[in-house]
């Protein structure tokens, strides 16, 4: 069964800063890696999606990478702002029917 | 892009009556689809997995008699919670994948917020 840890839980960072998050899962066999992104009381918007057969991928001041060997995947957010502040969920594809599982999510507050 | 729809994005019930959500892919054919449920400050927990023309798989510990699930077309499906009762008030959200496109990756509804009172 995979399962899918996000390291740190929370995060708070002064305006501007750079700043890393961290996705590990269990089972390295998988299909994609998607990274998301969750306002309050919201659905989830995607920010970036890496197939297994690829290393990163950018988007605009986000750039994910996905070392499947290992089973980690980082979210590197540049010049962070006060509305990057979301909670961000990592989302692995295996298995079955491609399921998803997600991550426990990183709660990120930028500082103005 | 990729867009799926999910109505109601929230509803209220009284305790004992059934409530139906809708999730549509519009400009997309999604073979399978996905619906979540997120409690308060938790992650998203698979449902169940619906696959057009037959019936759902269901994730160990879902009644698959409380949660119907139906994929009666390759662009519905819907969720219909039955004799509701407060501990399904939830976040509802779904999601689909197709194929043919350039993105393989999920696409998510913008979720239900289902009260049940």
């Known amino acids: 069964k995979q399962e899918v840890t996000q390291i740190p839980a929370a995060l708070s960072v002064p305006e501007g800063e750079n700043l890393v998050l961290n996705c590990s899962f269990t089972d390295s066999a998988i299909y994609n890696l998607q990274w998301f992104r969750q306002d309050p009381g919201k659905g989830l918007t995607s920010l970036l999606l890496i197939q297994s057969s690829q290393r990163e991928q950018t988007s605009g001041r986000l750039n994910a990478s996905l070392d499947k060997s290992s089973g980690r995947s980082t979210l590197y957010i540049a010049a962070s702002q006060p509305g990057d502040s979301a909670t961000y969920l990592c989302a692995v594809g295996s298995g079955g029917y491609q399921k998803v599982t997600f991550g426990t999510g990183t709660k990120l507050q930028v500082i103005p | 892009g990729a867009v799926v729809s999910q109505h109601p994005s929230r509803v209220i019930c009284k305790s004992g009556t059934s409530v139906k959500i809708e999730c549509r892919s519009l400009?997309?054919?999604?073979?399978?689809m996905f619906w979540y449920r997120q409690f308060p400050k938790q992650s998203l927990m698979l449902m169940a997995t619906s696959n057009e023309g037959s019936k759902a798989t269901y994730e160990q510990g879902v009644e698959k008699d409380k949660f119907l699930i139906n994929h009666a077309s390759l662009t519905l499906s819907t969720l219909t919670v039955t004799s509701a009762h407060p501990e399904d008030s939830s976040f509802y959200i779904c999601?689909?994948?197709?194929?043919?496109?350039?993105?393989?990756?999920?696409?998510f509804g913008s979720g239900t917020r289902l009260t049940v009172v």
């Open positions: 400009d997309f054919q999604a073979t399978t």
């Open positions: 999601s689909a994948r197709g194929w043919g496109g350039a993105n393989y990756g999920y696409t």
